[in-house]
């Protein structure tokens, strides 16, 4: 299986910071706890915002889709959602929240496939096909096979069992198949989420003047060190088959979410 054999081909990444590039639009799909131990209710919270950079949010309309994954079942999450309004540094704009149930052992891989979004300035639509897990247990459960998304990153490492010093790598799809000298660009969350008042806390670093970018290998490959521990993102840009949206570019990006931690 190529995903496998793609692992002996890492050294042919590159890893890179791109001059003269604003800090990239992430669709985030975020819960406090990604590892658990007993059956419990998560929070969750779906933003479009700016992470690293911490700036403005912006207004999402209803995702097409939302669900999770697990043991090869798909659930319907959607109509779990409700509207709320999410604080950023300056400005408020519209997101959503769940509550959803991890009972059983195994991988909960959440996928929100948003409306696209248009971006005025750039004056292109743009639509974040993104992913994120929780693992409930311990038992792995498929966090590593792709789920026949028309865009997605499949993970290399363990997306919940990642520490800093260690590398992540994944493999970027685009109808199922690996995409050679795709572009990501790379964010971490900079301000805290605050699931109780819907908001991103302070900045904890001063954000890079420009973009932490990598390119994939010949058979679809990244890899990035982990310098800090939280949460990760990794968006592939515009490597989906959709290029067109209400007559304008569509730029449909594959996300991916992890989180990293001090290995004690």
Do not use: C
Not at 57 to 80: A, Q, R
Not at 151 to 177: A, H, M, Q, R
Request: aromatic share 10%; net charge neutral.
């Amino acid at each position: 299986m190529i995903i496998r054999r793609t692992v002996l081909l890492l050294v042919l990444m590159a890893f890179f910071v791109l001059p003269n590039q604003a800090s990239a639009h992430f669709q985030l799909v975020y819960t406090d706890a990604v590892v658990l131990e007993k059956p419990t209710t998560m929070e969750m919270r779906l933003v479009f915002g700016h992470p690293l950079e911490n700036s403005h949010v912006m207004k999402m309309e209803k995702p097409l889709e939302f669900y999770y994954v697990h043991k090869g079942k798909k659930v319907n999450l959607l109509s779990s959602l409700q509207s709320i309004m999410w604080q950023g540094p300056s400005n408020k704009a519209a997101a959503y929240e769940t509550q959803v149930k991890a009972k059983r052992n195994g991988d909960y891989i959440f996928v929100v496939v948003p409306a696209p979004y248009y971006e005025k300035s750039e004056d292109i639509y743009i639509q974040q096909i993104t992913k994120s897990f929780v693992n409930r247990g311990g038992f792995p459960s498929g966090w590593n096979e792709p789920l026949g998304l028309k865009t997605e990153i499949v993970p290399l490492n363990k997306p919940t069992n990642v520490f800093v010093g260690s590398t992540f790598s994944g493999v970027v799809l685009s109808n199922g198949k690996p995409v050679a000298e795709a572009e990501l660009e790379i964010e971490w969350i900079n301000g805290s989420p605050d699931l109780n008042k819907n908001r991103f806390g302070a900045s904890r670093v001063d954000p890079p003047s420009t973009s932490i970018v990598a390119i994939t290998d010949v058979n679809g490959v990244f890899t990035f060190g982990i310098p800090r521990a939280g949460d990760w993102g990794f968006a592939a840009l515009g490597v989906g088959p959709d290029k067109t949206h209400n007559g304008k570019e569509l730029s449909q990006d594959a996300v991916i979410w992890i989180r990293a931690s001090d290995l004690k």
